[in-house]
T-cell receptor, first 114, second 110 residues
Framework: DAGVTQSPTHLIKTRGQQVTLRCSPK?????VSWYQQALGQGPQFIFQ???????QRGNFPDRFSGHQYPNYSSELNVNALLLGDSALYLC?????????????FGSGTRLTVV | GENVEQHPSTLSVQEGDSAVIKCTYS??????FPWYKQELGKGPQLIID?????GEKKDQRIAVTLNKTAKHFSLHITETQPEDSAVYFC??????????????FGKGTL
């Protein structure tokens, strides 16, 4: 049973560019959440997608946007990259079910903005 | 919004000893408290969780306790082994039935 798959694993971009990160959720999961983890910090919630709609959003600017496809996979897009956007971006999948608890995280995409 | 404080930021224990990590949360409506272990180059992995209707939960060498009145919860690891070395994160969430929920994380303990 495949877990959460993220691509690419590493990425280097120049300030001002745009980037797209991809995530395939764990089999059977229907919700995808994205988190940003700066070096030495805990993950911070960016947003969450369910049924192809953004359901919740954290304190991130509109430069951060996303999408969820009918097969539950998801993308995170960041426009006009800043040096401060350098971080590990984690995708987590979960199931909207009364009896289901817990996220499954992927290994992340390490984004470096230079 | 929810704020989660985690202590200590670093912890060193001798093999075989016990380790305790403590977290406090601010939102009294939070009702789900997972703990994650993150090894180098990997994403966080759920190791144990507790819901607000339970005071303590154990899974082999790992236990979590919750004090709703004081709004704090703790992770206890007994008989520590070298493979327990990692960064540990606590988190809090308001989980309501079959709904989506987000996690607010502490800053981690190495």
């Amino acid at each position: 049973d495949a877990g959460v798959t993220q691509s690419p694993t590493h990425l280097i971009k120049t300030r001002g560019q745009q980037v797209t990160l991809r995530c395939s959720p764990k089999s059977g999961h229907d919700t995808v959440s994205w988190y940003q983890q700066a070096l030495g910090q805990g993950p911070q919630f960016i947003f969450q997608y369910y049924e192809e709609e953004e359901r919740q959003r954290g304190n991130f600017p509109d430069r951060f946007s996303g999408h969820q496809y009918p097969n539950y996979s998801s993308e995170l897009n960041v426009n006009a990259l800043l040096l401060g956007d350098s971080a590990l971006y984690l995708c987590a999948s979960s199931l909207v079910d009364r009896g289901s608890y817990g996220y499954t995280f992927g290994s992340g995409t390490r984004l470096t903005v230079v | 919004g929810e704020n989660v404080e985690q202590h200590p930021s670093t912890l060193s224990v001798q093999e075989g000893d016990s380790a305790v990590i403590k977290c406090t949360y601010s939102d009294s409506a939070s009702n789900y408290f997972p703990w994650y272990k993150q090894e180098l180059g990997k994403g966080p992995q759920l190791i144990i969780d507790i819901r607000s209707n339970v005071g303590e939960k154990k899974d082999q060498r790992i236990a979590v306790t919750l004090n709703k009145t004081a709004k704090h919860f703790s992770l206890h690891i007994t008989e520590t082994q070298p493979e327990d070395s990692a960064v540990y994160f606590c988190a809090a969430s308001k989980r309501s039935g079959g709904s989506n929920y987000k996690l607010t994380f502490g800053k981690g303990t190495l």
